[in-house]
């Protein structure tokens, strides 16, 4: 198989897949501009509700549905932004602004509050910074009816006017059609850029993107800026569309309507979202009786979606992945391409573990432990359960702070407690269990693995500019050859959570080559594999290290180790027990008692 027949058919897929992709969103697109036909006022105002609702839930989507943050109180930022926005316009504190300059101040303003409120999601977890956007949301309504000589306390405040070419009627609607498309479209390139992965992989599975390299704070600072600035541009149409602006028009039913939008949505999804909110905007209109009944209705809504489609809308739109895939798949490395891979390595590196401890409460999991990984050479880790195999792993990459002891690479130290600093020494792992993005692909899985290597900024990819596109065409290229390099460039199109237990084995090797690691940390990567993909993993593995790749293979399957390792290790009770060849290993009295059997 050559290397253009290997990428031809995934390329192929992906071209069909964007395509089709395109066609919701063209029809959409024909519907809003072709509304205005109609001449129906009541049915544009329900439009006009559902763009400003969306271009909100457009930058919520990217809290709540890739980074995977509960923030249910999101409806602060449309209140700062409509108050904000009437006030500057109707000059209550300031001359009167002009009410397109005041609509930007508006979404400012939601753009430094949404990095307030979303700062506590660095450290709070689920229902913990819920409560926080909650409460948030409550002193905003608190001010607004305490500040009177601003925001009009309970009588309110008119809200502003939009003159040509958006004035009242067709005019506003068109308005807020072209800025929810342009809501859209900035959101779609982000969720479509490698900060639209790490996103996901941040929610789906934290420690392997920190080990890929992601930042979980910069990321998470620019995406809360991001959706808090669309949420005050909302406020600000929103409060033109009342034309008279009180505290109790933005009631706790209309947070439940953006998160659970989301929710029924479909995470990891920009269209699913998009219709969500439509929906849920337009039922409550041609429901008229069944208002009152609303937080009720969204309430059983969401749960049916939970309990029959738990993958929300967006899971009914993708039937691609409803297709049965080929039975009885094998796995066939190509171990000649890691030449194109991975950098070859001529220079000698090492990393050094002197004397390290580390210690839960009485129990020691590492005792005084002495390693040497070294560039160009398997090296074996093995041991009993319990004997700190994997522990030494998470010290090396960074987890973990030991108690004493130095860690070094090449006589400099590495940094603990930083472990998304190991992917920039090019120290790149895998795990026990596989860490997957269920929701993305398997090619998008593996690109997730290279997000050090990308240059373009976070508002390059929103805005689509070309060092975004040079990036991803990189990023897809590299994992493409990846895939293929470990056999699996037939399932680059395929959801990840639809992969053999094996299939994921292999996917994370790729996933660790994007990084061109000059060490590769393996935590039981034959773990439930036969003795034929054992075979191919052991070739692959050696392949790696004669590129220059120092391996460290944490393993319980002692023939791989005996058959590829240079040198190992064999902890027990976290002290090094031997340390040598396999040979000499294979002939110690104490391993064969504790470890090998007879």
């Known amino acids: 198989m050559t290397d253009a027949t290997a990428s031809a058919q995934p390329a192929r897929v992906f071209s069909l897949a964007r395509i089709e992709g395109a066609l919701p969103w063209i029809a959409l697109g024909l519907v809003g501009l072709l509304l205005p036909l109609l001449d129906d ?15 909100l839930s457009a930058g919520l989507n990217l809290v709540v549905g890739y980074a995977g943050q509960i923030a249910i109180g999101w409806v602060s930022m449309l209140t700062l932004g409509a108050y904000a926005t009437a006030s500057l316009t ?16 508006g979404g400012a303003l939601g753009a430094v509050f949404g990095v307030v409120v979303g700062l506590p999601a660095l450290r709070l977890r689920t ?45 506003f609607y068109y308005f807020c059609f072209f800025l929810a498309a342009l809501a859209t479209w900035m959101t779609a390139n982000i969720a479509s850029s490698r900060f639209g992965r790490a996103l996901v992989a941040i929610r789906d599975a934290e420690v392997a993107a920190e080990a890929s390299g992601i930042a979980k704070p910069r990321l998470l600072v620019a995406v809360f800026l991001f959706a808090g600035a669309l949420g005050g541009v909302a406020g600000g149409l929103f409060s033109s569309l009342q034309s008279y602006i009180t505290p109790d028009a933005f009631t706790f039913e209309m947070s439940v309507l953006f998160f659970i939008a989301i929710l029924i949505g479909g995470r990891g999804s920009i269209l699913g979202p998009a219709l969500g909110t439509i929906i849920l ?18 309430a059983a809504l969401l749960l049916v979606i939970v309990l029959v489609i738990p993958g929300g809308i967006a899971d009914l739109l993708d039937y691609r992945n409803r297709r049965p895939l080929e039975q009885h798949r094998e796995i066939v490395a190509r171990p000649e391409l890691l030449s194109r891979v991975l950098d070859k390595r001529s220079e000698r590196n090492a990393i050094a573990l002197t004397g390290v401890s580390l210690h839960f409460g009485g129990v020691r999991a590492i005792d005084g432990l002495d390693l040497e990984i070294r560039s160009g050479e398997v090296h074996g880790l093995i041991g009993p359960n319990g004997s700190g195999k994997t522990t030494t792993l998470n010290v090396i990459s960074g ?30 792992r895998t795990f026990q269990t596989p860490r997957l993005v269920g929701g993305a692909s398997v090619l998008e899985n593996v690109m997730i693995g290279g997000m050090v290597d990308g240059s373009g900024s976070f508002a390059e990819s929103m805005l689509s500019l070309p060092r975004h596109h040079r990036d991803e065409k990189r990023l ?32 994370e090797i790729a996933r660790a080559l994007m990084l061109r690691p000059a060490f590769l940390l393996l935590d039981e990567p034959a773990a439930g594999l036969s003795a034929e993909e054992i075979r191919r993993l052991g070739a692959l593995i050696k392949a790696i290290s004669r590129e220059g790749t120092g391996v460290l293979l944490v393993e319980h399957h002692a023939d791989l180790i005996f058959d590829i390792c240079d040198r190992v290790t064999v902890l027990n009770l976290g002290k090094t027990l031997a340390a040598g060849t396999p040979d000499e290993i294979r002939s110690h009295r104490e391993v064969v008692s504790a470890y090998l059997g007879a």
């Open 127 to 171: 229902f913990y910074f819920a409560m926080t956007t909650l409460g948030f949301a409550t002193i905003v309504t608190q001010v607004a009816l305490a500040w009177k000589s601003v925001t009009g306390g309970g009588v309110g405040t008119p809200g502003p006017v939009f003159p040509w070419p958006f004035e009242p009627g067709w005019g």
């Open 399 to 428: 987890y973990y702070r030991p108690n004493a002891g130095q860690l070094k690479l090449n006589g400099a130290d590495l940094p603990f407690d930083r472990p998304q600093a190991r992917a920039g020494y090019r120290i790149a």
């Open 476 to 507: 897809k290229e590299a994992a493409l050859l990846a895939l293929a390099t470990v056999g699996l460039e037939q399932l680059a199109p395929v959801r990840a959570d639809r992969l053999q237990h094996s299939e994921l084995r292999f996917m």
């Open 41 to 55: 006022s009541y049915i544009g105002v329900i439009a006009q509700r559902a763009y400003i609702y969306w271009i």
């Open 90 to 105: 109707a000059g209550n504190a300031t001359p009167p602004w002009h009410p397109y300059l005041a609509l930007v101040a």
């Open 281 to 298: 905007t337009a039922l409550p209109e041609f429901a008229a009786p069944l208002v009152q009944w609303s937080t009720f209705l969204y």
